[in-house]
């Protein structure tokens, strides 16, 4: 490392628009410089980076900016790359690699190759509700009635809510240190590289498309569907449908994808491996339900999309699942009470709803996810679980705290299952309404559980 600033601040004072040859003959050694001069001339120099990418991945507070691939005209030397050779405005870079193909997601580290890879550090959760200890966000604060709290006004149902525009990723970074090629030549650093193109990885894999209702008018709902790769429509396969808050109500057919995991977890190549299934992520462009646990016609639609897509394709209608967050979570439980025999299991997270109406929650696979500071979900979801126990169900519970340790939190919920309830209802300590769902798609044994579920032949228990 000494020697390359050593090298570095040589390069520097002996810039100035000298011919090679006069700037051979300032350098410590004719032997070394030479291998400097990549270009005939120093104020002439051409970049040798011939396309930058900007990767990104989602996370449990939406979709950042993860990697970056740098394409050089000629093949470097992995042994030349430091990390401090590149820098990226407000980001930590933690590795740098070369990989033998662009294809990030199916390559490998090699020794030489024009491919760079940057891999920055993961940004912090948001302030947007991801720390625990921040108050609760409210995705619609100008909807709400005066004088009223959010959970008491709450978006208007059919509202068109308060959509932001799809995140961006353009960025300019620097390569700062001298690189080496392959065949030993020294390139420069470099300023103002600027990515040209981005790669929303497992958000590419799903189909956008659009379902014409002709139950309801031929009114529309755009929706993600992903399809397992290898799909073989002599086999069946899983259906796990996400519904979205109404944070992220949207024109955009995306903006449920990048708004966090509710999808993007059973859709990840991690998940995919051992649970090969459809994923399905309606997108809805007003508000579908409201506080006052009304409910628009969008709900229905969502059946009848689901239905369609289950003749169309080979998809298993015993296991098919729901789960959602916030509106999500309240358009399911509502889901459930309406259609008590449709769906094999249902993860529900920082939902609320009346309590006096979810008694066919009793007869079903539910579970339930709320954080303790949260002032709609958590009492909301204490009385529809302590009317259930009333009623002679089993609710199996835990609390655990994400934030602190989320593999203690996974451990914990994962030994709550038993074979003996089919009700199970966590807790997070603290925590807000919008943590709850930035945590909540992490807990893998959660997600596994729903997937082991079946609808059963009757749902009497």
């Known amino acids: 490392m000494k020697q390359k600033l050593l090298l570095t601040t040589t390069i520097i004072a002996l810039l100035g628009g000298l011919p090679s040859t006069q700037l051979q003959a300032a350098a410590p050694t004719t032997n070394t410089m030479s291998q400097l001069i990549y270009e005939d001339t120093l104020p002439n120099k051409q970049s040798h980076i011939v396309n930058a990418k900007a990767i990104t991945k989602v996370y449990g507070d939406g979709e950042q900016l993860d990697r970056i691939l740098l394409t050089y005209d ?49 940004l912090p959760m948001t302030s947007q509700g991801a720390t625990m200890s921040k108050p609760t966000v409210d995705a619609h604060p100008e909807e709400h009635t005066t004088g009223q709290s959010p959970f008491q006004g709450g978006p208007k149902l059919g509202s068109s809510g308060n959509p932001q525009p799809l995140p961006t990723f353009d960025t300019t970074l620097a390569q700062v240190g001298i690189v080496k090629t392959a065949s030993d030549k020294l ?8 990515t040209t193109s981005t790669d929303e990885l497992v958000i590419k894999d799903f189909q956008p498309g659009i379902f014409v209702d002709s139950a309801q008018n031929n009114a529309t709902l755009q929706y993600n569907l992903y399809i397992p790769k290898d799909y073989d429509p002599t086999k069946k396969y899983p259906l796990v449908v996400f519904l979205h808050d109404a944070g992220t109500v949207s024109p955009e057919v995306k903006a449920t ?41 969008e709900l229905d639609r969502t059946i009848h999309l689901i239905n369609e897509l289950a003749e169309q394709y080979a998809i298993d209608k015993d296991r098919i699942y729901n789960t959602g967050q916030s509106m999500g979570a309240m358009a399911s439980t509502q889901l459930d009470i309406n259609y008590p025999d449709f769906f094999a299991g249902s993860y529900l997270i920082a939902g609320k709803w009346d309590d ?19 002032p709609g979900a958590k009492p909301s979801f204490d009385k529809i679980m302590n009317n259930l ?15 602190t340790d989320l593999a203690k939190a996974s451990e914990t919920i994962g030994d709550a299952f038993t074979p003996y309830s ?20 992490s807990i893998k044994p959660a997600l596994e559980w729903l997937f082991q579920q079946k609808r059963p032949a009757s749902q009497k228990r």
């Open 74 to 122: 000629t093949p470097l030397r992995s042994d030349s790359l430091q990390v401090e050779d590149f820098t990226v405005p407000n980001r930590t870079i933690t590795a740098v690699s070369l990989i033998d193909s662009p294809d990030v997601t199916n390559s490998k580290n090699v020794a030489t190759s024009p491919y760079v890879l940057l891999q920055l550090s993961p």
């Open 187 to 194: 390139i420069l650093p470099e300023k103002n590289i600027t």
């Open 257 to 297: 994808l990048v708004q966090g995991l509710g999808a993007i977890a059973f859709a990840s190549p991690e998940w995919q491996a051992n649970h090969p299934s459809f994923v399905l992520a309606p997108q809805y462009d007003t508000v579908i339900v409201n506080d006052q646990y009304q409910y628009g016609p």
């Open 356 to 374: 006096t109406i979810t008694a066919p929650l009793g007869n079903q696979n539910i579970m339930a996810l709320v954080s303790a500071g949260d």
């Open 389 to 403: 126990e009333a009623s002679h169900h089993t609710v199996v519970r835990a609390t655990v705290n994400p934030e």
């Open 422 to 441: 089919h009700l199970y209802y966590f807790t997070f300590e603290g925590g807000n309404h919008r943590s709850t769902w930035q945590y909540g798609y």
